[in-house]
């Protein structure tokens, strides 16, 4: 079964709204990492936060880590409609030999 | 700096065939991956390769294979070609990852294989 697991499965926003994506995964991690795909293309790299970090920044993105809760989130603040997307993500889990780990993805649509 | 290179960009191909995917990751990147994403199976890790070496094999059949030469480009061959192995084919590369904390995978756009 897929380690991480997205919520919401879709979401519908108006631009300049905050978009807030999360994942929950199920052993311990290395590391989470958030990428972003536009209409089955390729992936897109955002963020990768390690398992002793607990917040990390990039411009209009923000991603949490949870340990404790096995669980991560991404927040776009201001969003635009080039957001529109769908956001993976993907763990790194301990022993796992450099093997990500998909979730099923959030597919967000943002509305001008 | 060019990012991660994937060749051909569409590929269709009949059962029974085989297939051969290229990648060339980024200039300095030792580490290449391969990915696949089929429709409504999600994203499946299929194989890491290092400094030419398989490090790590995904749950798929062994005719699907492939090889990391010198100038660590890489291949993906599938072999005997199957209608469930159409999907999109992502190639991903990283630096030679340290122990234990791994690196940021920068992924191409990908090889569409459409099997008939």
């Known amino acids: 079964s897929q380690q991480g697991e997205e919520d919401p499965q879709a979401l519908s926003i108006q631009e300049g709204e905050n978009a807030t994506m999360n994942c929950s995964y199920k052993?311990?991690?290395?590391?989470l990492q958030w990428y972003r795909q536009n209409s089955g293309r390729g992936l897109v790299h955002l963020i990768l936060?390690?398992?002793?970090?607990r917040e990390k920044h990039s411009g209009r993105l923000r991603v949490t880590l949870d340990t404790s809760k096995k669980s991560s989130s991404l927040l776009i603040t201001a969003s635009r409609a080039a957001d529109t997307a769908s956001y993976f993500c993907?763990?790194?889990?301990?022993?796992?030999?450099?093997?990500?780990?998909f979730g099923a993805g959030t597919r967000l649509a943002v509305h001008p | 700096e060019a990012g991660v290179t994937q060749s051909p960009t569409h590929l269709i191909k009949t059962r029974g065939q085989q297939a051969t995917l290229r990648c060339s990751p980024i200039?300095?990147?030792?580490?290449v991956y391969w990915y696949q994403q089929a429709l409504g199976l999600g994203l499946q890790f299929l194989l890491w390769?290092?400094?030419?070496?398989?490090?790590n094999r995904g749950n798929f059949p062994p005719r699907f294979s492939g090889r990391q030469f010198p100038n660590y480009s890489s291949e993906l061959n599938v072999n005997a070609l199957e209608l469930e192995d159409s999907a999109l084919y992502l190639c991903?590369?990283?630096?030679?990852?340290?122990?234990?904390?791994?690196?940021?995978?920068?992924f191409g756009p990908g090889t569409r294989l459409t099997v008939l």
């Open positions: 052993t311990s991690i290395n590391n």
């Open positions: 936060i390690r398992s002793n970090e």
């Open positions: 200039s300095g990147h030792t580490s």
């Open positions: 390769y290092d400094e030419g070496e398989e490090r």
């Open positions: 991903a590369s990283s630096l030679t990852t340290t122990s234990g904390g791994g690196n940021e995978q920068f």
């Open positions: 993907a763990t790194l889990f301990s022993g796992g030999y450099n093997k990500l780990i």
